[in-house]
């Protein structure tokens, strides 16, 4: 039951990992799910009680029936690894949808879909709610960080095209996956009418939005930062934009027009191997 | 001695002559201008709102990233953020206005004349029943002192601010600061109506990869129910030291901290970081302080404002 | 530039002439006198331990309840019991001479001549490395004023007791303060060695039903996970205050919090309430530092100290 | 694998309701199985986490095959609670075995056991390990506070004689567990060769020294205070004695000769129904 209309305790239904470092998980969250809209994510609490005190935020990746759904995450820290011990049949608490989700391509677009690293999970979702089947690159430092392999074959069911590269060539073609999409951008007949959609690392997306908007491509991107609320009240979520101040991601993003956001502030994230990036 | 009570026990309290239907307000910065809750928490069930910190023009506030996680609470150095006083008046307050519930504007400045301007603007605004002085936001910096931990400082501007206005005032007081009663008096003496305590504690964090700060503002201000013991002993030592009355704040989760405050000394209590761990804090707070009450045999929440007895 | 390692990273420092195997020390008051600890560390691998605070007679300390759990830490008011100087010179330090381990004697006095009666006994005695003025007890007043809140009574102490001893001297400071690096000014200006920060903070915490504080003492010392951001911040802004080395200390539990000490300006840190939570906590600690150098590729625990850079 | 004499890794091989709102805890660690002599403690991390961030202390009812210990606990409060969510086969940190435990009888005297409240377990562990049988009394309020079946039965098997009364006379005779002593202690031709020893609320401890002090009959009680670090360090455990001054229940107890503990001192403790008494 919840108690109002984003906060609700959900069910765990399933749990497990998902290959290559990631863990799936299926939160039954009836209201929840009927309402979401593929780029937007929960606010999950990781424990009951207040180590830590707050919740952390996730792409939903998939609804299933209308009745759950799927988050993927990695363990990269103190939130994610009590996360992992969470069984089938717990309740956990979260809040959600949340955000502004991507904006919907017209219906003669051609969707382009880039997930870098862990960026895939908010993609999933789109690519299933698509009118009209997109390209897919996916795009990772090596084999190890790609997407799972189950997430990988339900993007090839939803997709025109799956294009897999890895930075190191132990998967897919070797190379970033910026280079792909430009060599297809640049052979396709149809470049007029993409509209690209990346979420993974922000250099990623730097690179992305860089591409895309030499080619007048229209470009969206789904931003992270570190939040608090979550409900666009504290303020913590800020990224710079060109225009001069701050966004909240939470609130008006995640999703972003990529022309708006000021790529040159140096932001800190973790990454998941527990070392920190510039 | 307690009244033996037959209706539900009565949370309202009298907050320097505001009626608060119960004694839960939001803390400033926590809670937004209250719309983002609205999906959330009914406002008419809270005592009040107070409402971020507003200045005489817009403010884009720090770079991120502007918070860290600690032990049982958060830094923050959002650099006070806010659209400015007109777009508060014209965008935010017509929105709370539609609840009953109090709205206490809580506000700031960098120089005594811009806390003078935004009181002014305010003066005389329907929907507005008090004004909260931020003098305590570790970021700000206001003339080369930082007014919250400057005794005389603080008194000016207050007195200042005094003399601007006929609303209530309640001046939020800093943490940081070796006697809390000297501030608490120096408030009291400017006319304050009412003090608002605790602010966040100075504090911060270093990421030992990048062996920087966690903070791009490099400090920040720590909330949460860390802080609780040192918020409750602050209302505690500045309700012996002034008859004007207090909003206590600073780590409540529950009721039970809500009323570890009320019986240091606090009329009213604010909820913060709260909101982030459970955005219906504010709405338990108030149901769990009646169900106290009632389950105590109390008939009114009134009874217990400072009633902690020492051993 | 790091260096290359081939061996073990190499974990000793200098503190104000005391060399210490590695920089990890027990925390006055959370370590008793070293033999408590006889089953669960083994002090030849600690840096070194700071025992409980001892005076010139014999302190009963405070009445029961003297502790409280609180979010993430708690609150003590113990009262500094202890057995009086002579007694730990008979009694407790022998234990301690038996291992490679540097011994800090936290003294501590309710007047100005109590603290150099005390440093004075302890003058000469072998096996002692240095000791660590407790000016900072929440709980202790002296002759009208708490000497950690009042930066003249602090400098004429530490003035006085730096005539009285030859043995290194360390400030150890109240957090209770506005401005930390008055206090860590005046100290060096003493001639103190070296800093020792921070001392509880000032909590207090209050039964709802019996409507009375938690502890008979009324108020506590606050330490723990808690308060750790509030240290951090401390140690870092007195290390840019003084050039003597500093001993950073609250909330430590695991090596990543240490290095955040280290990298603020530390030289060493102390261990406190962790000991509860994990008895092995100080060797714990010693352990995961020497594994995050060795992991970054870094030769000496020395390159880290003061090295957090602004953002 | 014990990391130190005290501080031991356990496994929860039994955890289970055991009536009267009592739950039963058995650990498996065989170390300090073997080392516990009853009237001693252990200090048990409830939660892996830092909320709560301190160790609680539990009386060891009973050593299983020298390689289990068991605890009787209640639920009063957040530490407990999340205590009694703790599944089989889930590892708990512990320290122990603390604190000094009971005095042993001479050969020939005659163990008398009181025990109220919660305060039965040690004494469980006590019956089982004296060489002469002991008589036992356990009393409480009422009913619904007296010790769990299971416990009573215990006791029977290796005590003398059980009397049981409770406040209210809901169980056993009705009356206070004083009562019940005097009347046997007044009664008995063995006086002289009694020992006393207690455990359970301050007040009714205080009343049985009392008791046993009238009468010149040795009493031992065992203590309770809240506590941080077990070990004799923190002096948070501090108690009142008439010579003046304190003495740590960790360390110099918790079991004390009743005649050394000043009983004035005023001290306040949670009592299981969340309330507090003074
Ligand atoms: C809108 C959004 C959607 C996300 N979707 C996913 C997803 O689908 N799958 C997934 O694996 N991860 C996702 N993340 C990242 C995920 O939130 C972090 O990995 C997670 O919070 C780490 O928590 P931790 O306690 O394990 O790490 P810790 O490093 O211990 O976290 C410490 C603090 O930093 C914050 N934090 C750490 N990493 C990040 C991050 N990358 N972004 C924002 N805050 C961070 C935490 O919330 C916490 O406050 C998303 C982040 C955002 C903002
Ligand atoms: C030597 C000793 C042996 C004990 N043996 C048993 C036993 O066998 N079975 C049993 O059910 N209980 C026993 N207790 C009491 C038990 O420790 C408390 O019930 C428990 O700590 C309560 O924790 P909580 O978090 O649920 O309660 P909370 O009220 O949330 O605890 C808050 C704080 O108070 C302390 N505290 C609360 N109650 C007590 C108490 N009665 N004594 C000491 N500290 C307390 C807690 O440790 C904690 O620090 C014993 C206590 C001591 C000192
Ligand atoms: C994210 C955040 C933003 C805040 N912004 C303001 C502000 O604008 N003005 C102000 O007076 N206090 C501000 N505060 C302080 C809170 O109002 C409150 O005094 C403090 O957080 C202690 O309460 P808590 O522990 O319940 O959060 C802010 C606190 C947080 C966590
Ligand atoms: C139970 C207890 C007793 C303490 N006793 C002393 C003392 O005797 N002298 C002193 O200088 N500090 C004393 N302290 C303070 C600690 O040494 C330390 O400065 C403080 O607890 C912060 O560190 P922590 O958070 O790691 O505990 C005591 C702290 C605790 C918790
Ligand atoms: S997370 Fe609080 S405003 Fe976005
Ligand atoms: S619990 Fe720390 S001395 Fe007894």
């Given at each position: 039951?919840?108690?109002?209309?984003?906060?609700?305790?959900?069910?765990?239904?399933?749990?497990?990992?998902?290959?290559?470092?990631?863990?799936?998980?299926?939160?039954?969250?009836?209201?929840?799910?009927?309402?979401?809209?593929?780029?937007?994510?929960?606010?999950?609490?990781?424990?009951?009680?207040?180590?830590?005190?707050?919740?952390?935020?996730?792409?939903?990746?998939?609804?299933?029936?209308?009745?759950?759904?799927?988050?993927?995450?990695?363990?990269?820290?103190?939130?994610?690894?009590?996360?992992?011990?969470?069984?089938?049949?717990?309740?956990?608490?979260?809040?959600?949808?949340?955000?502004?989700?991507?904006?919907?391509?017209?219906?003669?677009?051609?969707?382009?879909?880039?997930?870098?690293?862990?960026?895939?999970?908010?993609?999933?979702?789109?690519?299933?709610?698509?009118?009209?089947?997109?390209?897919?690159?996916?795009?990772?430092?090596?084999?190890?960080?790609?997407?799972?392999?189950?997430?990988?074959?339900?993007?090839?069911?939803?997709?025109?095209?799956?294009?897999?590269?890895?930075?190191?060539?132990?998967?897919?073609?070797?190379?970033?996956?910026?280079?792909?999409?430009?060599?297809?951008?640049?052979?396709?007949?149809?470049?007029?009418?993409?509209?690209?959609?990346?979420?993974?690392?922000?250099?990623?997306?730097?690179?992305?939005?860089?591409?895309?908007?030499?080619?007048?491509?229209?470009?969206?991107?789904?931003?992270?930062e570190r939040m608090a609320c979550g409900l666009g009240v504290c303020m913590g979520c800020s990224v710079a934009v060109k225009a001069g101040?701050?966004?909240?991601?939470?609130?008006?993003?995640?999703?972003?027009?990529?022309?708006?956001?000021?790529?040159?502030?140096?932001?800190?994230?973790?990454?998941?191997?527990?070392?920190?990036?510039? | 001695?307690?009244?033996?009570?037959?209706?539900?026990?009565?949370?309202?309290?009298?907050?320097?002559?505001?009626?608060?239907?119960?004694?839960?307000?939001?803390?400033?910065?926590?809670?937004?201008?209250?719309?983002?809750?609205?999906?959330?928490?009914?406002?008419?069930?809270?005592?009040?709102?107070?409402?971020?910190?507003?200045?005489?023009?817009?403010?884009?506030?720090?770079?991120?990233?502007?918070?860290?996680?600690?032990?049982?609470?958060?830094?923050?150095?959002?650099?006070?953020?806010?659209?400015?006083?007109?777009v508060f008046l014209s965008d935010k307050l017509p929105y709370l206005r539609r609840f009953d519930t109090a709205v206490l504007v809580n506000?700031?400045?960098?120089?005594?004349?811009?806390?003078?301007?935004?009181?002014?603007?305010?003066?005389?605004?329907?929907?507005?029943?008090?004004?909260?002085?931020?003098?305590?936001?570790?970021?700000?910096?206001?003339?080369?002192?930082?007014?919250?931990?400057?005794?005389?400082?603080?008194?000016?501007?207050?007195?200042?601010?005094?003399?601007?206005?006929?609303?209530?005032?309640?001046?939020?007081?800093?943490?940081?600061?070796?006697?809390?009663?000297?501030?608490?008096?120096?408030?009291?003496?400017?006319?304050?109506?009412?003090?608002?305590?605790?602010?966040?504690?100075?504090?911060?964090?270093?990421?030992?990869?990048?062996?920087?700060?966690?903070?791009?503002?490099?400090?920040?201000?720590?909330?949460?129910?860390?802080?609780?013991?040192?918020?409750?002993?602050?209302?505690?030592?500045?309700?012996?030291?002034?008859?004007?009355?207090?909003?206590?704040?600073?780590?409540?989760?529950?009721?039970?901290?809500?009323?570890?405050?009320?019986?240091?000394?606090?009329?009213?209590?604010?909820?913060?970081?709260?909101?982030?761990?459970?955005?219906?804090?504010?709405?338990?707070?108030?149901?769990?302080?009646?169900?106290?009450?009632?389950?105590e045999h109390i008939g009114s929440v009134r009874e217990l404002i400072g009633q902690a007895r020492i051993p």
């Amino acid at each position: 039951m919840p108690r109002s209309k984003v906060l609700h305790q959900a069910t765990v239904t399933a749990h497990e990992a998902a290959g290559r470092g990631f863990r799936r998980l299926v939160l039954r969250a009836p209201e929840l799910a009927s309402d979401a809209r593929p780029g937007q994510f929960v606010m999950l609490r990781v424990s009951a009680s207040i180590d830590p005190i707050l919740a952390r935020p996730f792409g939903i990746s998939a609804v299933i029936r209308r009745q759950a759904i799927e988050l993927y995450y990695r363990v990269v820290g103190k939130g994610t690894a009590l996360l992992s011990t969470v069984e089938r049949g717990a309740m956990l608490s979260l809040q959600g949808p949340l955000g502004n989700g991507f904006p919907e391509p017209d219906r003669d677009a051609l969707p382009i879909l880039v997930a870098g690293g862990s960026g895939f999970p908010p993609l999933l979702f789109f690519a299933a709610r698509l009118a009209s089947k997109p390209v897919v690159f996916l795009g990772a430092r090596n084999k190890d960080c790609l997407v799972p392999a189950t997430a990988i074959k339900c993007c090839r069911s939803h997709a025109r095209k799956v294009y897999i590269t890895t930075d190191d060539g132990s998967a897919g073609k070797a190379g970033f996956v910026t280079d792909a999409l430009t060599a297809f951008l640049d052979g396709s007949r149809e470049r007029d009418r993409a509209v690209i959609y990346s979420c993974g690392p922000r250099a990623m997306m730097a690179a992305v939005s860089k591409v895309a908007a030499d080619r007048n491509v229209p470009s969206y991107v789904s931003m992270e930062e570190r939040m608090a609320c979550g409900l666009g009240v504290c303020m913590g979520c800020s990224v710079a934009v060109k225009a001069g101040g701050y966004k909240r991601v939470c609130k008006e993003g995640p999703v972003f027009d990529a022309r708006v956001i000021d790529w040159s502030e140096h932001v800190v994230l973790p990454v998941p191997n527990g070392k920190q990036v510039k | 001695m307690p009244i033996k009570i037959k209706t539900q026990p009565d949370l309202s309290v009298s907050l320097a002559g505001i009626r608060l239907k119960n004694p839960v307000l939001t803390a400033s910065g926590t809670f937004g201008y209250g719309e983002e809750f609205k999906d959330v928490v009914d406002l008419n069930r809270l005592g009040g709102v107070i409402v971020k910190g507003v200045s005489l023009k817009a403010i884009k506030g720090n770079p991120p990233p502007r918070i860290w996680e600690t032990p049982a609470g958060m830094l923050n150095a959002i650099g006070l953020e806010n659209p400015g006083v007109d777009v508060f008046l014209s965008d935010k307050l017509p929105y709370l206005r539609r609840f009953d519930t109090a709205v206490l504007v809580n506000i700031f400045g960098y120089s005594l004349e811009d806390y003078v301007a935004v009181a002014e603007r305010l003066e005389g605004v329907p929907g507005i029943a008090g004004l909260e002085v931020n003098i305590s936001c570790p970021n700000v910096k206001a003339g080369g002192i930082v007014f919250g931990t400057n005794v005389k400082a603080s008194f000016s501007l207050l007195s200042a601010l005094r003399k601007a206005t006929k609303l209530p005032l309640f001046a939020k007081l800093s943490p940081n600061v070796t006697d809390i009663t000297e501030f608490a008096r120096a408030a009291e003496d400017a006319g304050c109506d009412g003090l608002s305590l605790i602010n966040t504690l100075l504090g911060m964090a270093i990421d030992v990869r990048c062996r920087k700060p966690r903070l791009a503002n490099c400090t920040g201000g720590l909330s949460g129910p860390a802080i609780r013991p040192v918020a409750v002993r602050m209302v505690w030592q500045a309700a012996r030291a002034v008859s004007i009355p207090i909003i206590g704040m600073g780590g409540i989760l529950t009721a039970e901290d809500a009323l570890e405050f009320i019986l240091a000394g606090a009329t009213a209590v604010a909820v913060g970081t709260a909101n982030f761990v459970n955005p219906h804090a504010t709405e338990d707070v108030a149901e769990g302080i009646s169900a106290f009450l009632a389950e105590e045999h109390i008939g009114s929440v009134r009874e217990l404002i400072g009633q902690a007895r020492i051993p």
